[in-house]
């Protein structure tokens, strides 16, 4: 899995209700992909009035999602903010003990799962714009696969060492200034059980 200073594990309510509406996670992924940027900014990219973006904005920093960056804003109309971690998750097992905690969970990760597929969607409906490696690069894949609960934590652990490998690769050249060719890449994985 990923450190601890990288990712969040969001495990009181307040919290993931904060990151459970639409136009916060929105906000987040773009605020991630630029790594710094005002309301305004941010407000151009969603198609959302920046008072409403600033309302948002302000409530993910609230729950210590993201933060000021310090030094750089200018006034109080003009705050830069970046994101404090790379990662944020939740498990069903933080909110499972109470069934009102267990309805908020699954609402929040209902939301998420709908952006998700929207994103995939999206670059469906747009991939004609995208050059021939890009396209030829591009997957979505599911294999089904016999596992025991051990053996789908032992493939969840794996493939988050993987996808963290490749992030510090591509940050390290980024910072290096490598970014030619560079372009931002979802890359989404599940793994649950299912009955045919």
Known sequence: ?????QTHRVKDLDTLKALGHPLRIKLYRALYVAGTATAS??????????????YHLRKLARHGVIEEVAGRSGDARERWWQPVMTSITTTDEDFRDAPDRAAVHTAVSRVYARQRGELYES?????AVWGDDWRDSAFAAETLLPLRPEELRSLRDELAEV??????????????????GRENVAVQTYGFPFRA
């Open 41 to 54: 900014q941010l407000a151009d990219q969603v198609d959302e009035a920046v008072s409403l973006v600033s």
């Open 123 to 127: 670059y469906l409906d747009m991939k």
């Open 1 to 5: 899995m990923t450190s601890p200073e």
């Open 163 to 180: 996808v963290l490998g490749y992030r510090r690769r591509a940050e390290a050249a980024r910072d290096a200034g490598d970014t030619e």
